[in-house]
């Protein structure tokens, strides 16, 4: 099984993850941002995954830190999953809607990380979340996993139903890129 745990602490955060990459859909969520808690839920069941996560993070500053590392500790621990890459599809993407919003994500883990999002210049609090914070999560996660992540907002106007079609887009494109179609590394270099 391509499992693995990852975390990291700062002054700002501490964060411990375990996935794996070819589970069922379980998952045991732990953080103080209740709608960071709600998204990662998703993304496990929708994607698959095993997934554990406990944050602790400086939220009386501000949701921004604990949101990022955990992005951050992720892409990590997808990478170490992932390990040398043999067999992988490599590329994933997925259109989810949700009511009015429609979302689009694709992935390629290149060994590069990039990020590159678009969402029509959204911006607004769902309860106490920071609707931006999202495109902060998934940066951490792109870059750490070197993964090249593109998400584009393609419709919506209510923040918890697009921040929701994104988590699930990605989700569903994480899945199809991890997902095991061969047994050589997916690269005419040999790696990535």
């Not at 490599?90 to 999002?117: H, K, T």
Request: contains cysteine; charged residues 30%.
């Amino acid at each position: 099984m391509r499992q693995a745990s990852f975390s990291r602490k700062t002054r700002e955060t501490d964060i411990e993850v375990k996935i794996n990459l070819d589970g069922q859909g379980l998952y045991k969520i732990d953080t103080p941002v209740g709608f960071l808690t709600h998204m990662l839920e998703s993304f496990a069941k929708h994607g698959r995954f095993d997934l554990e996560v406990k944050a602790r993070g400086d939220v009386h500053v501000s949701h921004h830190h604990t949101v990022e590392d955990c992005g951050i500790v992720l892409g990590s621990a997808v990478l170490k999953a992932l390990g040398d890459k043999k067999g992988i599809r490599r590329y994933g993407d997925a259109i989810v809607p949700m009511d009015e919003a429609l979302v689009l994500c694709a992935i390629d883990f290149s060994g590069r990380g990039l990020f590159y999002y678009e969402d029509k210049n959204l911006r607004g609090k769902i309860t106490e979340f920071d609707f931006e914070l999202i495109w902060e999560f998934f940066k951490g996660f792109a870059l750490e996993s070197k993964s090249t992540l593109h998400i584009k907002v393609m419709e919506g106007k209510i923040l918890h139903h697009v921040a929701e079609a994104s988590f699930k887009a990605f989700a569903l494109a994480l899945k199809e890129a991890v997902s095991i179609v061969g047994g050589d590394v997916p690269s005419t270099k040999g790696s990535l």
